[in-house]
């Protein structure tokens, strides 16, 4: 039998999905970060540095730590530093 465990940028993109897909009064209430350190025991610093990145490369949308928008998020953590993300494929 094998166990397999999910990474951290899977918890994250995980409960940004269910984040996005929450009622307004939940999701414009609870930043990103709080919403996930809620659901997961990740730490605060590991969820900023994927959020942040995730953020920079245009990937989600923040306003002031609320999640405002999501464009494609990838699929494994491999790909989200492998590549600068959709923004700069719009400029090819």
């Given at each position: 039998?094998t ?45 900023m ?36 993300g ?7």
């Amino acid at each position: 039998m094998t166990i397999s465990q999910l990474s951290a940028y899977e918890i994250i993109r995980s409960h940004l999905l269910e984040l996005i897909d929450e009622p307004n009064a939940i999701k414009n209430n609870i930043t990103a970060v709080n919403y996930i350190m809620d659901h997961s025991f990740l730490s605060r610093s590991g969820i900023m540095r994927v959020l942040s990145k995730l953020k920079s490369d245009g990937y989600i949308h923040l306003s002031r730590g609320i999640l405002t928008d999501i464009i494609d998020l990838p699929e494994k953590m491999n790909r989200l530093y492998s590549k600068s993300g959709p923004r700069s494929q719009q400029n090819e």
